[in-house]
């Protein structure tokens, strides 16, 4: 089955303490991305990556790193969570950069930093 | 980044009935999808829009491009209680701006 797999789904972790959410899609996309979704605000895009060892910023970037080094994975990493981190994370990824090529989300984690 | 203001933020329904969201935006998006999400769930793409003007439907939804090119709407009809969920706009340039979302409560 096409998925794009997030883990873990829910954390609470303390401030300062480093954390990795892992992302992989077995799709054999080029795109992947990060987004985090706070209620009255949507989602706004932390990162994303046009393929391997290509990565950029994106809305909202501070605070977070991303790595790419295998098409598959794209981990999002805390370095020094703080609170106002606490939010629902989402990885995505698609095809290429064709105009008609859409997104595929996670299914999301829940991240509590106390 | 540009922001899209998507409307109504919540809506409670009677099953049966015809639903309406828009979203609109100061700047023009090439591109305009609506997406569904439920609990515990990432968004799940509802209908993607590509040329200005387009109508398209999925069953019972129907979403229309905006002629300027900087709103779109989306319409629910003969709601059902599996609707429930929220209903996110999004624009698409080179990047892709979301809505606040449109909270759906449909009653049996």
């Known amino acids: 089955e096409a998925q794009v797999t997030q883990n873990p789904r829910y954390l609470i972790t303390v401030t300062g303490k480093k954390l990795t959410v892992t992302c992989s899609q077995n799709?054999?996309?080029?795109?992947m991305s990060w987004y985090r979704q706070d209620p009255g605000l949507g989602l706004r895009q932390i990162y994303y990556s046009m393929n391997v060892e290509v990565t950029d910023k994106g809305d909202v970037p501070e605070g977070y790193k991303v790595s790419r080094k295998e098409k598959r994975n794209f981990p999002l990493i805390l370095e020094s969570p703080s609170p106002n981190q606490t939010s629902l994370y989402f990885c995505?990824?698609?095809?290429?950069?064709?105009?008609?090529?859409?997104?595929?989300f996670g299914p999301g984690t829940r991240l509590t930093v106390t | 980044g540009q922001q899209l203001n998507q409307s109504p933020q919540s809506m409670f329904i009677q099953e049966g009935e015809d639903v309406s969201m828009n979203c609109t935006s100061s700047?023009?998006?090439?591109?305009w999808l609506w997406y569904k999400q439920e609990p515990g769930e990432g968004p799940v793409l509802l209908i993607a829009?590509?040329?200005?003007?387009e109508l398209t439907s999925n069953g019972r939804l129907t979403a229309q491009f905006g002629i300027t090119r900087k709103d779109s709407f989306l319409n629910i009809s003969a709601s059902i209680p599996s609707d429930v969920g929220i209903y996110f706009c999004?624009?698409?340039?080179?990047?892709?701006?979301f809505g606040a979302g449109t909270r759906l409560t449909v009653k049996p």
């Open positions: 700047s023009i998006f090439n591109t």
């Open positions: 829009l590509y040329k200005a003007g």
């Open positions: 995505a990824s698609k095809h290429g950069t064709g105009s008609t090529y859409e997104q595929y």
């Open positions: 799709m054999n996309h080029e795109y």
């Open positions: 999004a624009g698409r340039n080179n990047d892709m701006r």
